[in-house]
């Protein structure tokens, strides 16, 4: 049983998605694997990546814009199309939760809310991939949202429109550092880092 939050106090799952239920979607490992495959000088597309990924992050520009400033800011030899594609592959579904998830939601009546970081294109296509309506209700994301994790307003924008006290939510985040910037703003957190620990917390809400 779950002894430092009290469940039945307990309105609103909120989840991240990236290393919770699927892998992260363009991460610097997914960016070291495209400078191999499509033979670019990975510390220049980094530096020009970080100096623009928040604002693509928060959904002020599109796809198109963020690769034509780090990757397409010169004459290549394979198609945005074919970087694109790659980038969308990069997606895919960690081991055992997603599918156990889906199930458990059909058995609660509690609302459960992604908020995580995410580009527009990226985000879209995750949901759509993957099925993620299945588990959630809602998507607090960065993109849509303009804010972006750690930020704090993000979470306070994610408990005004559901409309809950932090106090009446548990958090789950595979990042410690995110999981404290929940708690700063009062909200239940955990960092989850097996499924079977996750699983045990969430079967409480059933």
């Known amino acids: 049983m779950i002894d430092f939050f009290e469940v039945s106090r307990i ?57 034509n400033t780090v990757v397409f800011d010169r004459s290549r030899n394979f198609s945005k199309d074919d970087f694109k594609k790659f980038m969308f592959a990069q997606s895919t579904e960690l081991p055992k939760f997603l599918s156990w998830l889906k199930n458990w939601k059909r058995q609660t009546q509690l609302p459960v809310f992604a908020v995580n970081n995410e580009s527009r294109e990226l985000n879209d296509y ?9 588990v959630f209700d ?13 930020d704090p307003r993000i979470f306070e924008k994610a ?31 955990i960092q989850h880092q097996e499924f079977e620990i996750t699983k045990a917390i969430l079967e409480n809400f059933i």
């Open 126 to 134: 995750r949901i759509d991939t993957f099925a993620l309506h299945q």
């Open 11 to 67: 309105k609103v799952v909120f989840m991240d998605v990236g290393g919770v239920l699927l892998t992260n979607g363009w991460d610097h490992e997914s960016r070291q694997e495209a400078a191999k495959k499509f033979d670019l000088d990975y510390i220049d597309m980094e530096a020009k990546h970080n100096f623009i990924y928040n604002v693509f992050e928060i959904g002020s520009i599109s796809l198109d814009d963020y690769l």
């Open 138 to 150: 809602g998507f607090f994301s960065s993109c849509y949202m303009k804010v972006r994790k750690p």
């Open 159 to 189: 408990l005004e429109i559901a409309h809950v006290k932090a106090k009446e939510c548990v958090y789950f985040d595979d990042r410690q550092m995110l999981v404290n910037a929940a708690k700063k703003v009062g909200i239940n957190s």
